[in-house]
C-alpha cells in the first residue's frame, strides 16, 4: 500500500467515524427533542383543558344567571299584569257605579273665591249629609271622563313600575 493509499483510507476512515459521530449526536438529539416536545404537548393539552372548564364554568354561570333573571322577570310581568286588571276592574266598577247613581263625583268649592260664578247654596240640605265645606256634584257623563282619565294614567303608573321593575332586574 501507498503512502497515498493510506492517506486516502485514514480520510475515509476519519470521514466514516465523523459520519457516525454526526448521526449518533443527531440521534440524541432527537431523543431529547421528542422528551420536551411530549412534555410541551401535555403541558398544553393540561392548559387547554383549564381553558376549556374555565370557559364552561362562567357560561354555566352566565347562563344561571340569565335563567334566574327570566325568572324574576316573569314573576315581575305577572304581577304587574295582576295589578293592572285588579285596577281595570275597579274602575270598571267605579264606571258602573257612576252610571247607575249608585256614586256620584262632586267637587269642593271654595267660598272664599271671589271669582268662582257658582250659585250653589252656602248651607247643606236637609237631604244630604255632608258636614264638610261646600261641595258641587259632577255631571255623570263629565265624571265618567274623569275616571276614563284617571283609570288611563292609573295604567300608565303600573306600565312605568313595570319598566322601572325590568331595568332594574336587568342592570343587577
Known sequence: M??????????????????????AGWQVQDWRYDGKLAKQAGQFQTDLNAIGNAASAQARAEQD??????????????????????????????????????????????????????????????????HAARRAQLDPAHAQRIIGITDTGDQGLIALRACQAYVRAIAR
Open 2 to 23: 501507498t503512502p497515498v493509499q493510506k492517506m486516502a483510507s485514514l480520510a475515509a476512515l476519519i470521514l466514516l467515524a465523523m459520519a457516525v459521530s454526526f448521526g
Open 65 to 130: 344567571k340569565r335563567l334566574a333573571t327570566e325568572q324574576q322577570l316573569a314573576a315581575a310581568d305577572q304581577q304587574h299584569s295582576l295589578e293592572l286588571s285588579n285596577e281595570q276592574r275597579k274602575q270598571a266598577a267605579l264606571r258602573d257605579r257612576l252610571a247607575t247613581a249608585d256614586v256620584r263625583l262632586s267637587v269642593l268649592i271654595d267660598a272664599t273665591d271671589s271669582a268662582s260664578v257658582c250659585n250653589v247654596p252656602a248651607a247643606a240640605g236637609a237631604v244630604g249629609v255632608v
